[in-house]
């Protein structure tokens, strides 16, 4: 009997100190906003229609192209004369795109390149004070997504963007969104650019201006001008 409760003991400490998983590597729905699932099903019926050769996907900062006070203006003159399409929905985090992806976004569709923003809400920390994910966690969920939107479009190239720069200087979400980024980097090959234009937006102090970031977070028409600047040359090379 002795050996039986040693045994279960055993078991339960191996159970208890298990790593926990990578929750960037789940694909998950989300029931926030309300009309979350609505907009993924309107992504859906776009692909269902086809004719996509260049595709945006991320987060607000992607779904920011198509707001009046963000990118929208830009999207019109530079990117919807391409073709292009919008995926992008607002507080995505890697898992909600990698559900996306996997449940009917990229289907019938065979765009040339895909522009990819994503990670920086799996940063920094939850209401809890518990961290949303690790740097190496983040890194390791855009690859997967990378490899699973190279698996869905063969024939497509990825422009894959680092993390934007947000907060204050000093903030600890900072330091994490160089480390990813760093990271990142070295998922560039054949078939993926990485860019990171981060600097692009920082005064010389370091500062995000208000005047191009008002929320320190997503930019205004200033910030996609300069994102503009760095995907159309990129899609110049990409799209010959």
């Not at 099903?41 to 779904?63: C, H, P, Q, W, Y």
Request: glycine share 10%.
């Amino acid at each position: 009997m002795k050996y039986f409760l040693a045994i279960v003991v055993l078991a339960g400490l191996c159970l208890c100190s298990a790593p926990a998983q990578n929750t960037a590597l789940i694909p998950t729905p989300r029931d926030f906003p309300t009309n979350w699932l609505s907009q993924h099903e309107a992504n859906v019926a776009t692909a269902r229609k086809g004719g996509i050769d260049l595709l945006f996907l991320g987060d607000s900062i992607t779904a920011g192209w198509g707001w009046s006070h963000g990118g929208s203006r830009l999207w019109t003159a530079d990117f919807a004369p391409r073709h292009a399409a919008n995926f992008g929905i607002g507080w995505d985090r890697i898992q909600n795109v990698l559900w996306r992806v996997e449940n009917g976004e990229l289907d019938g569709i065979n765009p040339r390149v895909v522009i990819l923003l994503i990670g920086t809400n799996n940063t920094g920390n939850e209401d809890n004070g518990r961290p949303r994910n690790s740097t190496p966690e983040i890194i390791e969920g855009v690859s997967n997504l990378v490899q699973r939107i190279q698996v869905k479009l063969p024939n497509t190239k990825i422009i894959l963007f680092g993390l934007f720069p947000r907060g204050t200087p000093n903030d600890p979400v900072r330091a994490q969104v160089a480390a990813v980024n760093a990271g990142l980097s070295q998922l560039a090959g054949e078939r993926v650019k990485f860019l990171d234009i981060g600097r692009e937006f920082l005064a010389s102090d370091g500062k995000l201006p208000r005047e191009m970031f008002p929320d320190l977070l997503h930019p205004n028409e200033k910030g996609y001008q300069i994102w503009a600047d760095a995907i159309n040359p990129a899609l110049a090379e990409d799209l010959k």
